[in-house]
């Protein structure tokens, strides 16, 4: 049985897999959004998972070039993942065509925060929602921890994180590379 159209083939998905991770996304200008995550999911994918009440919300101010971006300081009062500090401040951006999350002063929310330019960020598109309807999600997350004196919580999400995914989508494009290379070697030398 010649290999040799499997293995090829098996490198061309390889490659266009490896290639369909890496690109970044490209910019949109209007809000648009997949279904949203699980909290299973939500919670992998995600740099802090936390609940708290809105302390202060301060606009941001939008240009022709960007979105602006309000930040939101939040109270934690329960962390499932990365949120150590009693206080934490989130990113979204301002305008909701850009998917901005709109957060309301004196609110409890259920946050799922991503790591953005300048910290943490969320949008319109994750899975922060008012605390008063996450009764689904806090039951799926379980119990939290409570944020003492700034220390670091330990990561429950028992996800892989988005580097590692991002490195594996990297060596699988190496090695498929390598692979279409020695068999376009060895077609040659058989050419010749």
């Known amino acids: 049985m010649n290999r040799r159209p499997l293995a090829a083939l098996a490198s061309v998905v390889l490659t266009v897999l490896g290639i369909v991770f890496l690109l970044p996304p490209k910019c949109a200008h209007a809000c648009s959004c997949a279904m949203p995550p699980g909290s299973q999911d939500a919670l992998a ?3 802090a998972v936390f609940s708290g009440e809105v302390v202060a919300v301060q606009q941001g101010t939008a240009t022709a070039t960007s979105p602006g971006y309000d930040t939101a300081t939040l109270r934690v009062s329960e962390a499932w993942k990365g949120a150590g500090r009693g206080t934490l401040e989130v990113r979204t951006p301002s305008q909701g065509t850009a998917c901005g999350y709109h957060f309301e002063e004196g609110r409890e929310y259920l946050v799922y925060a991503y790591k953005g330019k300048q910290g943490l960020e969320v949008d319109s598109c994750g899975a ?7 009764v689904a ?3 799926a997350l ?3 921890e409570k944020p003492q004196g700034g220390g670091v919580l330990s990561d429950t999400s028992g996800g892989v994180s988005v580097h590692a995914l991002v490195g594996l989508a990297g060596l699988a494009l190496a090695v498929s590379f390598l692979v ?3 068999l376009v070697r060895a077609d040659r030398t058989r050419g010749d």
């Open 45 to 47: 994918d995600s740099e």
């Open 128 to 134: 922060t929602e008012p605390l008063s309807g996450a």
């Open 137 to 139: 999600d806090l039951a």
């Open 142 to 144: 379980g119990d939290g």
């Open 180 to 182: 279409v290379v020695r």
